[in-house]
């Protein structure tokens, strides 16, 4: 309703760079991130290009009214990168990004951004002039061809948006320091998510240091690098294949957690789908060695092989010891699968 309204006369009731009309964005972008988590594909990839729309049009009123350097970019900012994470999420990793951007493979989005932020030194979001029908939404998803422009567009939406943050907190040394290693950790993750792996590891590097020097830096680098994690939403606060099955859930096994309760969780889940699986994570943050200790359905070889290459192929934030990443052995986790 809130994105209807947004293309009524009653809009013009506001001038361009009035924060009500921003507010008015937000909530139309925030909308429509609950609309894709309840839509089965393609017609969910419809609402995350318009969330990263009205978010790209609620950091351009906020620009207008209150500068280029204004803090409070940073939240729309951020919902720009999240609305392009869940585009790219089904993919895992995404280790040819270049070939894409290198124009060997012609895309269908708009390669650049609005004409009128062309010469941007930071270029916006390039979806507005994306065609939302069904058929052209199932093209996008179905063929190949297609879906590499898509992630193409993505890996440049969220990067040139982060790339952005970082710019803020540079030119705002008044916000905290341990929310601009939270941005750096996320710049890496990025990065790692299109298999970027240097350029992952420096910013992963850098948030470590700049943590290091921050007042409550050291709670911060436990929470982001003690162990191992897999790449979740980009948040502003610090913490298809249509026949693959989505992840619900993934629930990390510590140590102290014994076989007893491994049972125990197994039994709460009752029917449901779930692996029971045991890897090692890399230093760059891939899955190795991967074995299926327990499944539901059990010894289904079609449902293993599934859960195998859907967890083969999420990328991990490494863990940190002074700052360089090691590999992480015996890492134990259960995957709940829709």
Request: glycine share 4%.
């Amino acid at each position: 309703v809130i994105a209807i309204m947004l293309n009524n006369p009653w809009a013009r009731n506001y001038e361009k760079d009035d924060l009500k009309l921003a507010e008015a964005y937000t909530r139309a972008a925030n909308w429509q991130m609950d609309a894709f988590d309840i839509k089965p594909p393609p017609e969910s990839i419809k609402h995350l290009i318009m969330a990263a729309n009205y978010y790209s049009k609620t950091a351009d009123i906020i620009e207008k009214a209150k500068g280029l350097d204004s803090s409070d970019l940073i939240n729309p900012l951020y919902g720009i990168v999240n609305a392009n994470f869940k585009l790219v999420e089904p993919y895992g990793f995404v280790p040819n990004i270049d070939t894409f951007i290198s124009g060997k493979l012609y895309p269908v989005l708009p390669s650049n951004f609005d004409s009128e932020f062309s010469n941007d030194a930071f270029p916006r979001n390039p979806y507005r002039a994306l065609d939302f029908s069904p058929e052209h939404l199932s093209r996008i998803v179905q063929e190949e061809k297609y879906t590499f422009s898509l992630i193409q567009n993505a890996y440049k939406s969220g990067r040139n948006a982060l790339i952005r943050i970082l710019d803020l907190y540079e030119k705002n040394p008044s916000l905290s320091r341990v929310s601009f290693g939270y941005a750096l950790t996320h710049m890496g993750d990025w990065y790692l998510r299109f298999y970027k792996r240097s350029y992952a590891i420096a910013h992963y590097q850098q948030a470590y240091q700049t943590l290091i020097a921050s007042e409550y830096g050291y709670e911060a680098i436990q929470t982001l690098f003690s162990r191992p994690r897999s790449l979740g939403n980009f948040e502003y606060e610090p913490e298809f294949e249509f026949e693959r099955h989505k992840v619900i859930s993934a629930v990390e096994l510590l140590d102290k957690e014994d076989d007893v309760l491994i049972d125990e969780l197994v039994k709460e889940l009752g029917d449901a789908k779930y692996a029971l699986v045991e890897f090692n994570i890399s230093r760059y943050g891939a899955v190795r060695n991967l074995s299926i200790l327990a499944s539901n359905p059990p010894d289904n070889v079609r449902f293993r092989r599934m859960a195998r290459s859907t967890i083969n192929s999420t990328p991990f934030r490494p863990k940190l010891e002074e700052g360089q990443p090691i590999t992480t052995e015996n890492v134990k986790m259960l995957y709940r699968f829709q």
